[in-house]
């Protein structure tokens, strides 16, 4: 899929309110019937054929013959465009440049403001895998029985907006949170390499303090990166470090925590024997940070996030659907071949139910966006 900023300015609004009424039509059905398309866009039929024919020939909605009924999808591209065209109503973004980096659930591009000052969107593309696995979990997405490849990617970028804000506010090294719509995020612009390509520091020891320090910050907040590795830390030329991705952030009340805070710790250590030969018997225990949390006054940032509008339930289904695509490579380190020793370790973690091996559909019924009325259970992932 191609972004084109040029295409924000070449929709008409007639177009804008049909591509609208596809996106709308989506949270019912799976392929939005054209007649539909023409009553929530209220616009005559005759008229939304040509529109939609336009639309479709820009790969912004696509069209879909099935044996009940013929109507559209919308596409990546379509969705994009509408967050990209939220953010541009809010002045927030101006031009589309070029694309940095490619995820196994992300894009990530190059964009500017009006005074052309660079940022960076990072568009979430959950569900880029294949949904079989998750399908055949827990019915935790209520009726709709399965995730929408929308729905996952806009949970997972609100999260991430959500921690990116929080910790920003509060002074942790993360970029500057600027836009969120849909399932895009804006941010800052790093000028940074990913410590993954720095091949030598002036001083190992005093990075990796820096970055132990960190893990020990967020915990004492209440958070856990999670993902917390050489991909996701950039280094300025001023040897600062930037964290970034925060989609799979877990709080240090989940039950789990301790596991994952292990992690977080365990992959710098690692990376640092690896990549500079430098150990140190010296690293956070979760434990200790534990105990010295309850003894004394600290703010919760899990706390924070949860009462800013992502709430327990989002978080819980964005959690069991990452846990349930790990089979699949979710995490940046699992894409990585070769010279990784660690990766057993993540494996052995992960669930181990069986899979009752569901035909795997192209599309997937969008569901409702809001998520309050899911059926969330309560119990978290078995490890
Ligand atoms: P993913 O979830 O796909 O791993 P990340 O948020 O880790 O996505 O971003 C992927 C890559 O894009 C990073 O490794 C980094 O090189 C680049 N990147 C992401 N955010 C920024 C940023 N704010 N500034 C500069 N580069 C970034
Ligand atoms: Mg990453």
Known sequence: MKLDATDLRYVTSEEFRVLTAVEMGSKNHEVVPTPLIAQI?????GGVNKLIGSLAKRNLV???QNSKYDGYRLTYG?????????MSKRDTLASVGNQIGVGKESDIYVVADGEGKEMVLKIHRLGRISFRTIKSKRDYMGKRKSASWMYMSRL????????MKVLHENGFPVPKPIDQARHCILMEFIDAYPLRQIA????PGKLYSQLMDLIVRFARSGLIHGDFNEFNILIRDTGEPIVIDFPQMVSTSHENAEWYFN???ECIRTFFKRRYGYESSLYPRFKSIRSSDESEETFRLDVVVAASGFGRKDMKVLEEY??????????DKENEEGEDEEEEEEEEEEEDEDEEDEEEKEGVPLGDEGSNSQNVEDDPPKS
Do not use: I, P, T
């Not at 379509?78 to 939220?86: F, P, S």
């Not at 030598?200 to 001083?203: C, Q």
């Open 263 to 265: 992690r977080d710790v």
């Open 156 to 163: 997972a970028a609100q999260k991430e907006w959500a921690f």
């Open 200 to 203: 030598e520091v002036e001083s």
């Open 62 to 64: 696509s069209k879909v």
């Open 322 to 331: 990452m846990d349930a695509v790990k089979d699949e490579g979710g995490s």
């Open 78 to 86: 379509g969705y994009d465009y509408l967050a990209m065209r939220a």
């Open 41 to 45: 866009s209220g616009l005559k039929n």
